[in-house]
């Protein structure tokens, strides 16, 4: 067993592995490292703006106010110091300071991507779906290869119903990790949600498409299933692609029913062992 790290040495590990671990953080810090702060040297301003975060995590304002009152001291003109105050100010709820604040400092700069980022979580937290579509967007004009930007996008997209727009951010990501099978799951699923021939036959190409690259992704096998089932049963559809749908029908419908029963197989075993 190695030696148990000292809490600076644990706050130091959390931050390089970027774990928020925001409970664990203000447990330390209350139990007597704010008391020494101040002999920390350079590692002070990590270590109040991680404890800042934390206690934003976990709704304690005044210690948060604290660190940001400190970190302002040292920082007064620090943007990034800035940001924790706008997020201060978002967990009050007071969104049109907190608004304010980030407008500043994409003022100051207009590639600071996290303030752009929160401005986008104040405006979702106040319900104005269509108002951070916008300022997602703008963002997405400067930060192209922003997977987790493209990704919120297409939800929001979601949430308004605006299916055709969510399917070309889902192709952004597809762009970006062509090999993830819970993408291509995710673009069948929008497609299918649209509806129509060729929409159908696009999501049961991506519901094959996530099951070759994950066999076992159930959601999947179960979405080619209902497509299968829908082309198969279209009158738009020629007789020769009726025959395709309905043996993909067949074979799918085999593979649920085969893996259920593996399933519960696995069940019976572990609940004999338990006896």
Known sequence: MGAQKSDVEQLRYWRENNDRKSREVLDIWLNGLWLKVNSLGNEKFLVLEQVCLAALDCHIPNVAE??????????????RVRKLHAMYFEAKEDFGTATDILNSIIKADETNSAARKRKVAVLKAQ???????????DYLKIFMADVEAWQELAELYISEQDFSKAAFCVEELILHNPHNHLLHQRYADIKYTIGGLENLETARSYYSQALKINPKNMRALYGLYLTSSALSTSAKCSSQRKKEAAKLVEWSLKEIKKRYSEANLMVTALAALEI
Do not use: H, M, N, Y
Request: aromatic letters at 4%; glycine letters at 4%; charged letters at 20%.
């Open 66 to 79: 604290t660190c940001i009152e400190s970190l302002s001291q040292s920082f007064p003109s620090s943007l």
């Open 127 to 137: 319900g104005r779906t269509v108002d951070a579509i916008k300022e997602l967007t």
